[in-house]
């Protein structure tokens, strides 16, 4: 019995496009996806900030600008998008 082996060159002359695979490499790939995270990490951790701040009841908390933390969770939204 003969086995015959089929090798497949990822970096071959065939455009990506026609392979159904994305340009980026792997690296990149994952880089982007931390980049992500950490946005999405960030907006959570403002809203919750928000959040909280906002539902306390003690008359010792600082002053939060609300306004302003919107801005920030809004702005960072759509950078998440954008990527």
Request: charged share 30%; proline share 2%.
């Amino acid at each position: 019995m003969v086995k015959l082996a089929i090798i497949v060159d990822l970096h071959s002359a065939v455009p990506s496009s026609n392979l159904g695979i994305s340009t980026l490499k792997p690296k990149t790939m994952g880089k982007i996806d931390k980049k992500k995270r950490k946005l999405q990490e960030r907006i959570d951790f403002l809203q919750s900030e928000l959040t909280a701040s906002l539902t306390k009841k003690s008359g010792k908390t600082a002053e939060i600008n609300v306004g302003e933390y919107q801005r920030k969770i809004t702005e960072l939204r759509l950078e998440l998008s954008k990527m």
